[in-house]
């Protein structure tokens, strides 16, 4: 996994958030939970910053821990993050098919996973907790039931709309 | 003392650390990717696994390497069940490695290889990896090779970088089948802040990190006619190339290298114990003026380019402590060129190519420096480690263990035991000392063994000795591995700092566990015995003081004047640069 288009960081945000978490190795987890509420992403320089300012840490120890859990994004995440259910009951009502359609329809190829424009961002999350509405999609906070690939292009489609004319 | 059973017999033990010791040091070989006795424990290989039988009858089978050793427990190394699993374990790793053994910097030193042939894999059931699943390989430096299709992920390189260097340019990365070792964010080592000391690659089980080679351009430099060839040889070579023909580490071998260079065809032999020596005339003459004219203290060797390139990338406020004296590999290479030509008929600056053997993968980089260059050229054109001289040695067909021992060359190859000692952690700082008294009072030191400095196992990397000068208290630190030498930094910026020279060397007991040296991260013994191979050439030495060697009193006679003289100044001198690499510069 390699990160590709990065913003420019401001570091005293970072260190704010650091000298909360007391500059704490323990508390790494949590430092790079708070960095991608500010940037919706990970940034490599920000990851950089941490590891080089928390004692027993280096960048490649802190871009470890960022890769491991899925909770973390190295690419800058869209505008609207959609989280796709791939948990056992959305999977066996069809789940694959509504992917299929959302990254054909958005140019999701070759593992990208954010449209060019950074208005779509697309990841699929293993359970939702709303198994009896499956297969679920989630766009931003809005829950999307039932889905089939005609429906979840409806749903892109209008979004789109939406954003057009705003 | 406890004892314990081992296939059935009974062994005691006292202290190990772990259960994989107990069974080593009862003479029973274990297979180990990932274990080193300097690094901790990890348990990510599986391959020392045992069958354990505790007292009250429950059996567990259990990585060793990750067991503490208990009373009255019985052992079982080779049950058909750990044997069953170590060979799924090697077939699996083999799955996912790059088998083209032959072409590989690793064949014949590879532990993979070594243990598939071991437990007769003859046969793996998986797929293989296609070209499409091939990854970059990185030779972007000019020390170190990174090809991560033959990572088996043990782990070892990113544990000695951290635990040795004190911040890890390698990582793991991602996650399950995906995950990798690598630098951030996949760059290449020349774009983190790698020093390239080669401890990674010497305690990597594969060839996953190998030496860059340069044998090729010595056989080039050789074989060209109009070309003339130096050699230089640093101290702890001697001491371990042996090793790879069969004779004990720590062994002096010295005349024997000169003999193989020589029939190599090499035209001229120097000692780089030599510009060992020289370094510590200049080095103890900058540290005597910092001490006496109220210079900028403490001072810091800067023989290891390692030690100098983290200074550069990591405290690039700091510079003004390293000593200006370049590396003996750094003074040897410039005065060979200059003032060779002087001393022997068809030698010109031009038609010289300088090749050093040194025990460092961090030289091949030290020896690219923009500041190590003379009219345009690098002063040294040709940088093999000992490893890389052990194979030009085998290609050429020559019989090492019973090659007649000669003589080095005239007139750079006189040495003295100083310069011998440089090859051990302390010996710089020794070296430096016994000629420091001897300028600070106009007497030589009555005892010239500085024991306290000496020691290059795991307990002594970091050792405090103070000397009295004819009453001016000299505080010495030597530290070895770059996680000390950073204690010592911190000292000095929160201004704890005792000590008024510092003497660094990046990898662990110094430049006889050194990351071009044959492989010894098995056994922690080796270095030892290295070093005291060392310092036993230093008590027979006739002559053990730098400023003593004769050839280096008439080089400064007819060449150079004094110690610190401008034309020294000019041949023996460097400057560092700001290379800090960090994204958030403005905020450093």
């Not at chain 1, 429906?151 to 749903?155: H, L, P, Q, R, S």
């Not at chain 2, 004190?166 to 990798?180: D, E, M, Q, Y």
């Not at chain 2, 490893?387 to 007139?411: C, H, T, V, W």
């Given at each position: 996994m390699?990160?590709?288009?990065?913003?420019?960081?401001?570091?005293?945000?970072?260190?704010?958030?650091?000298g909360?978490?007391?500059?704490?190795?323990?508390?790494?987890?949590?430092?790079?939970?708070?960095?991608?509420?500010?940037?919706?992403?990970l940034?490599?320089?920000?990851?950089t910053?941490?590891?080089?300012?928390?004692?027993?840490?280096?960048?490649?120890?802190?871009?470890?821990?960022?890769?491991?859990?899925?909770?973390?994004s190295?690419?800058?995440?869209?505008?609207?993050?959609?989280?796709?259910?791939?948990?056992?009951?959305?999977h066996?009502?069809?789940?694959?098919?509504?992917?299929?359609?959302v990254?054909?329809?958005?140019?999701l190829?070759?593992?990208?996973?954010?449209t060019?424009?950074?208005?779509?961002?697309?990841?699929?999350?293993?359970?939702?907790?709303?198994?009896?509405?499956?297969?679920?999609v989630?766009?931003?906070?809005?829950?999307?039931?039932?889905m089939?690939?005609d429906?979840?292009?409806?749903?892109l489609?209008?979004?789109?709309?939406?954003?057009?004319?705003? | 003392?406890s004892?314990?059973?081992i296939?059935?017999?009974?062994?005691?033990?006292?202290?190990?650390?772990?259960?994989?010791?107990?069974?080593?040091?009862?003479g029973?070989?274990?297979?180990?990717?990932?274990?080193?006795?300097?690094?901790?424990?990890?348990?990510?290989?599986?391959?020392?696994v045992?069958?354990?039988?505790y007292?009250?009858?429950r059996?567990?089978?259990?990585?060793?390497?990750?067991?503490?050793?208990?009373?009255?427990?019985?052992?079982?190394?080779?049950?058909?069940?750990?044997?069953?699993?170590?060979?799924?374990?090697?077939?699996?790793?083999?799955?996912?490695?790059?088998?083209?053994?032959?072409?590989?910097?690793?064949?014949?030193?590879?532990?993979?290889?070594?243990?598939?042939?071991?437990?007769?894999?003859?046969?793996?059931?998986?797929?293989?990896?296609?070209?499409?699943?091939?990854?970059?390989i990185?030779?972007?430096?000019?020390?170190?090779?990174?090809?991560?299709n033959?990572?088996?992920?043990c782990?070892?390189?990113?544990?000695?970088?951290q635990?040795?260097q004190?911040?890890?340019?390698?990582?793991?990365?991602?996650?399950?089948?995906?995950?990798?070792v690598?630098?951030?964010?996949?760059?290449?080592l020349?774009?983190?802040?790698?020093?390239?000391c080669?401890?990674?690659?010497?305690?990597?089980p594969?060839?996953?990190?190998?030496?860059?080679?340069?044998i090729?351009?010595?056989?080039?430099?050789?074989?060209?006619?109009?070309?003339?060839?130096?050699?230089?040889?640093?101290?702890?070579v001697?001491?371990?190339?042996?090793?790879?023909?069969?004779?004990?580490?720590?062994?002096?071998t010295?005349?024997?290298?000169?003999?193989?260079?020589?029939k190599?065809?090499?035209?001229?032999?120097?000692?780089?114990?030599?510009?060992?020596?020289?370094?510590?005339?200049?080095?103890?003459?900058?540290?005597?003026?910092?001490?006496?004219?109220?210079?900028l203290l403490?001072?810091?060797?800067?023989?290891?380019p390692?030690?100098?390139?983290?200074?550069?990338?990591?405290?690039?406020?700091?510079?003004?402590h390293?000593?200006?004296?370049?590396?003996?590999?750094?003074?040897?290479?410039?005065?060979?060129?200059?003032?060779?030509?002087?001393?022997?008929?068809?030698?010109?600056k031009?038609?010289?190519?300088?090749?050093?053997?040194?025990?460092?993968?961090?030289?091949?980089?030290?020896?690219?420096?923009?500041?190590?260059?003379?009219d345009?050229?690098?002063?040294?054109?040709?940088?093999?480690?000992?490893?890389?001289?052990?194979?030009?040695?085998?290609?050429?067909?020559?019989?090492?263990?019973?090659?007649?021992?000669?003589?080095?060359?005239?007139?750079?190859g006189?040495?003295?035991?100083?310069g011998?000692?440089?090859?051990a952690?302390?010996?710089?700082?020794?070296?430096?000392?016994?000629?420091?008294?001897?300028y600070?009072?106009?007497e030589?030191i009555?005892?010239k063994?500085?024991k306290?400095?000496?020691?290059?196992?795991?307990?002594?990397?970091?050792?405090?000795?103070?000397?009295?000068?004819k009453?001016?208290?000299?505080?010495?630190?030597?530290?070895?591995?770059?996680?000390?030498?950073?204690?010592?930094i911190?000292?000095i910026?929160?201004?704890?700092?005792?000590?008024?020279?510092?003497?660094?060397?990046?990898?662990?007991?110094?430049?006889?566990?050194g990351?071009?040296?044959?492989?010894?991260?098995?056994?922690?013994?080796?270095?030892?015995?290295?070093?005291?191979?060392?310092?036993?050439?230093?008590?027979?030495?006739p002559?053990?003081?730098?400023?003593?060697?004769?050839?280096?009193?008439?080089?400064?006679k007819?060449?150079?004047?004094?110690p610190?003289?401008?034309?020294?100044?000019?041949?023996?001198?460097?400057?560092?640069?700001?290379?800090?690499?960090?994204?958030?510069?403005d905020?450093?």
């Open positions: 390699t990160a590709t288009s990065q913003t420019a960081i401001d570091f005293s945000k970072i260190d704010e958030v650091l909360k978490y007391e500059y704490k190795k323990s508390n790494l987890i949590a430092i790079l939970q708070k960095i991608q509420e500010i940037y919706r992403y940034p490599i320089d920000a990851m910053y941490v590891g080089t300012k928390i004692e027993g840490l280096s960048p490649a120890t802190v871009y470890g821990v960022a890769t491991f859990y899925a909770q973390f190295l690419d800058p995440k869209g505008k609207y993050e959609i989280k796709l259910c791939d948990g056992t009951a959305c066996v009502r069809g789940s694959m098919p509504v992917l299929d359609a990254k054909a329809k958005l140019g190829t070759n593992g990208k996973t954010t060019e424009n950074g208005m779509f961002s697309l990841e699929t999350v293993s359970c939702l907790g709303a198994c009896g509405l499956a297969p679920v989630v766009i931003n906070e809005k829950v999307y039931p039932k089939t690939a429906a979840v292009k409806v749903a489609d209008e979004i789109i709309k939406q954003e057009q004319e705003a | 003392m004892t314990l059973f296939n059935g017999k009974e062994y005691e033990y006292t202290n190990e650390p772990n259960l994989l010791e107990v069974i080593r040091n009862a029973i070989d274990v297979p180990t990717f990932c274990y080193s006795p300097e690094l901790k424990p990890f348990g990510s290989c599986r391959m020392c045992v069958e354990v039988e007292p009250n009858g059996v567990v089978v259990n990585s060793s390497c990750t067991m503490p050793p208990e009373p009255n427990v019985k052992v079982s190394t080779n049950t058909a069940r750990v044997r069953r699993i170590r060979k799924t374990v090697l077939e699996l790793l083999l799955a996912n490695h790059d088998r083209e053994c032959t072409t590989c910097d690793k064949s014949g030193q590879c532990d993979l290889q070594k243990y598939a042939e071991e437990y007769g894999i003859k046969e793996i059931k998986y797929a293989k990896l296609t070209p499409e699943d091939m990854k970059a990185d030779d972007w430096n000019p020390s170190l090779k990174r090809d991560p033959k990572c088996i992920l782990g070892a390189c990113v544990r000695a970088c635990e040795f004190g911040h890890a340019v390698l990582g793991f990365a991602n996650r399950g089948s995906k995950t990798v690598q630098p951030l964010n996949g760059k290449l020349a774009e983190v802040d790698c020093v390239f080669g401890q990674c690659q010497a305690v990597c594969t060839g996953a990190l190998t030496i860059k080679s340069n090729e351009e010595a056989w080039e430099a050789v074989n060209d006619k109009n070309k003339k060839t130096v050699v230089q040889i640093a101290p702890s001697r001491v371990a190339i042996g090793e790879m023909f069969g004779l004990k580490p720590g062994e002096n010295i005349g024997k290298i000169y003999a193989a260079l020589r190599i065809g090499f035209d001229l032999i120097f000692d780089t114990n030599f510009s060992a020596d020289l370094t510590i005339t200049e080095e103890a003459t900058e540290f005597v003026e910092r001490l006496t004219k109220g210079g403490p001072m810091f060797t800067s023989c290891c390692a030690w100098v390139r983290y200074m550069e990338t990591q405290h690039p406020d700091m510079l003004g390293l000593s200006t004296c370049k590396s003996p590999q750094g003074m040897l290479s410039p005065v060979i060129k200059e003032l060779l030509p002087k001393y022997h008929e068809g030698y010109t031009e038609n010289i190519t300088v090749i050093s053997i040194m025990p460092c993968t961090a030289k091949k980089y030290e020896a690219r420096r923009s500041q190590l260059k003379r345009g050229k690098f002063e040294t054109d040709i940088v093999m480690t000992t490893k890389e001289l052990a194979r030009m040695i085998k290609e050429a067909g020559i019989d090492f263990k019973n090659i007649e021992p000669e003589q080095a060359d005239s007139p750079f006189e040495y003295t035991g100083a011998t000692i440089f090859g952690s302390g010996g710089v700082a020794e070296a430096a000392a016994r000629t420091a008294y001897y600070v009072t106009g030589n009555a005892d063994d500085i306290q400095m000496r020691g290059v196992d795991k307990s002594t990397r970091s050792k405090s000795v103070e000397l009295d000068i009453g001016t208290k000299v505080v010495v630190r030597v530290v070895s591995t770059l996680k000390e030498a950073e204690k010592a911190q000292e910026k929160n201004g704890t700092a005792n000590f008024q020279l510092l003497e660094v060397m990046a990898c662990p007991g110094g430049c006889v566990n990351g071009g040296q044959p492989t010894s991260c098995k056994d922690a013994k080796i270095k030892e015995e290295r070093a005291e191979g060392l310092y036993e050439e230093d008590r027979e030495l002559i053990r003081l730098s400023h003593e060697n004769p050839d280096i009193i008439r080089l400064y007819e060449d150079l004047e004094k610190g003289s401008h034309k020294a100044h000019e041949l023996l001198h460097t400057s560092y640069s700001d290379m800090f690499t960090g994204s958030y510069k905020l450093k």
